[in-house]
Structures are given as C-alpha cells and as structure tokens.
C-alpha cells in the first residue's frame, strides 16, 4: 500500500499533530489521565472531533458483550488512540491494540506514548477482517 492510499491519513496526521503538540507543551512524567485532558483540548482547538473516556461494544462471534471497552480517546468517530505513560512501548500495548481494533470492529488506532524520554513515541495500527 502506498502512502497516499493509507486509511485515515488526514485524520491520523492531525491526531498526532495534536499529541506532537501536547508533548512539547508538556514534556514527559505525568500521569496518563493529563495527557488526556490535553489531548483532548488540543483537538478541540484543531476541531478535531473527538470523545474521550469512551465505552466501545465488544464483539464475540457477532454478538455484543456485556462488557465494554473503555478508550482513552477516539478521533472522528472512527479511530482508537491507546494512550501510554511508560519509558518504552512494547509488543504488549502492541497486542492489546489490536486486540481493541478487532473486538471493536474499528480498521485504524493509534499507539501515543508521552513517556518516552526526547521525542513522542506513536506508533499506527491497521486492522483489516482478514488479520
């Protein structure tokens, strides 16, 4: 897949324009609920529609769980943004996004880490049916 065929470009460039923006505001070494909080204005101040704290429908085999997963944050209504505070990400916030995308049924998340010391650590996830 080329650059420009990439799903959500424009909406996952500007969310990370928008973490971009908080990291350099806040640095590293607080917790991941101010983080949110920041995220969460600065989209508003980019008029990025955005919900955080959201309650996401589980599947299983097509049916809706009782249990709900709570996301720190999706972007257009339509992308997940898993939030970390940890020195480095891991296979394990790897895992447990595309464990979100697939139990949710969403195609894009993203992995925004404002603990990693220097620069904001992010990383894009696709999920497609057949993953």
């Keep these: 897949m080329m650059q420009k065929d990439l799903l959500y470009k424009e909406e996952v460039y500007n969310i990370i324009g928008a973490a971009i923006e908080v ?3 806040l640095g590293s070494g607080f917790l991941e609920a101010v983080y949110e909080e920041a995220m969460e204005l600065e989209s508003y101040d980019r008029q990025i529609p955005c919900e955080t704290q959201v309650k996401v429908p589980v599947d299983y085999k097509r049916k809706k769980l009782k249990k ?7 972007g257009y209504g339509k992308i997940i943004v898993e939030l970390k505070c940890i020195s ?10 595309l464990n979100y995308l697939k139990a949710t049924r969403m195609n894009v998340g993203l992995l925004i880490n404002f603990g990693s010391h ?3 650590e992010w990383k894009r996830f696709i999920y497609t049916e057949d993953d």
């Design 88 to 97: 480095r990400l891991t296979t394990k916030e790897e895992a447990q996004l």
């Design 68 to 74: 709900e997963y709570i996301a720190d944050y999706v």
């Design 23 to 25: 990291h350099k505001e």
């Design 118 to 120: 220097g620069k904001l």
